[in-house]
């Protein structure tokens, strides 16, 4: 009887003092599910929280042999299933994208400039379908074109001149994005996030970003807009600094599956930033533009093969040139932090954010002499 007794007591003090889990705060608005996450991030039992970074190799464009392979800069890239690198360069003189093998070696170049059949003259986003089709998006000719992955060129499809990028995706729909000019509307400059069927009907808009009319005495940022959006295999992921930090996760139909909010801190925007960005500036831009007390809640994101979202704020990180990054599981919840660098302004004046294949990092960096490189990094959780 006193060892049952015991026995009890001890079975209580045990489930009594373990540290308990923060409970998840999940709710329902609007019929969609909603993951409340805190500044902090959640421990969930069992699973790893802790990103290390290993670095393997870089693609330097400060590298002769780099440089003979006509890379001198990298605008955009992207990575296949079997881990080669395609980096486009859009200051190309021959070739627009440039192959490289999963340890970094040259492979070819294929997109030659021109207007032939095949040629290229803006290309933007290159984009990796399951089938490794290598897709770029070219702002000249308004033409998604469609490469094998040793360059070999398949096809291509005529757009009309509003359409600024094009995503093709698993069912076959794309998710387009165009380009509205109104002088009369709130919004001068808008782009529409839009579903489109395979024959280029519209099935409905998801996002929108939009900059107010000078015209009509609104003045825009002077700024970067925080505005994000990512596509993988399942789903569309978009955040708008107008909703704040708030990211709305849509099936490939179209349906809103989920919220992800996420309490932040607010960056202040200090005076050397102003007047740094404000050097250079004509005066009728600084009329037309203001700095605002905060930056935006985020910058850009990212997601891997595992539906993990990686979202970079503009928090500074540990080292110069890298920011924080809050980093959600497949349901939204905030699991961990780290600090990332690579978060690159393109000249088209898109984030190129850093992408995550197959447990590696791949990422952008600006060296101190002003050059690029492509590092990557093999991720490792605990």
């Known amino acids: 009887m006193k060892k049952s007794i015991y026995l009890c007591l001890a079975l209580f003090l045990f489930l009594h003092c373990e540290p308990k889990q923060e409970k998840i705060e999940k709710y329902t608005e609007d019929g969609v ?227 992800i909010k996420k309490e932040y801190r607010k960056v202040r925007i200090p005076e050397e930033y102003i007047k740094e960005h404000s050097e250079g500036m004509s005066e009728l831009w600084k009329q037309r533009t203001y700095f605002p007390e905060y930056f935006p809640p985020f910058q850009c994101a990212f997601t891997d093969d595992r539906e993990r979202l990686f979202i970079i704020t503009n928090e500074k990180g540990n080292n110069p040139g890298e920011y924080m990054s809050d980093i959600f599981n497949p349901e939204g919840i905030f699991i961990a932090r780290t600090s990332l660098s690579g978060v690159i302004n393109t000249p088209a004046q898109i984030f190129l954010p850093p992408l995550a294949k197959k447990d590696l990092l791949y990422c952008v960096q600006e060296k101190d002499s002003g050059y690029q490189e492509l590092a990557v990094y093999r991720m490792k959780w605990e």
């Not at 409340?36 to 002769?64: C, M, R, W």
């Not at 070739?95 to 933007?124: C, I, S, W």
Request: hydrophobic share 35%; proline share 4%.
């Open 33 to 259: 599910k909603v993951i409340a996450n805190h500044l902090e991030p959640y421990k969930i039992k069992g699973k790893p929280s802790v990103l290390h970074l290993d670095q393997e190799f870089t693609i330097d464009t400060e590298n002769e042999d780099i440089i003979k392979t006509g890379l001198t800069n990298i605008d955009y890239f992207n990575v296949d299933s079997e881990g080669s690198i395609y980096c486009l360069n859009e200051k190309c003189l021959e070739n627009f994208v440039l192959k490289f093998d999963r340890h970094g070696n040259f492979l070819t170049a294929f997109g030659r400039k021109g207007q032939g059949p095949g040629e290229l003259q803006m290309p933007v986003l290159p984009i990796i379908t399951s089938q490794d089709e290598v897709v770029l998006m070219d702002q000249g000719r308004r033409e998604l074109f469609f490469f094998n992955k040793d360059g070999t060129f398949i096809k291509s499809i005529l757009q009309d001149s509003y359409t600024m990028a094009m995503h093709p995706l698993e069912n076959g729909n794309y998710l387009i994005v165009k380009v509205v000019y109104d002088p009369e509307d709130d919004y001068i400059m808008q782009y529409p996030f839009s579903l489109y069927s395979s024959d280029f009907k519209e099935i409905k808009e998801l996002d929108r970003l939009r900059f107010p009319n000078y015209r009509k005495g609104r003045k825009q940022k002077a700024i970067n807009l925080g505005f994000l959006w990512s596509v993988t295999k399942n789903n569309f992921y978009f955040g708008n600094e107008e909703k704040g930090y708030e990211v709305r996760v849509y099936d490939l139909e179209g349906n809103m599956v989920r919220k």
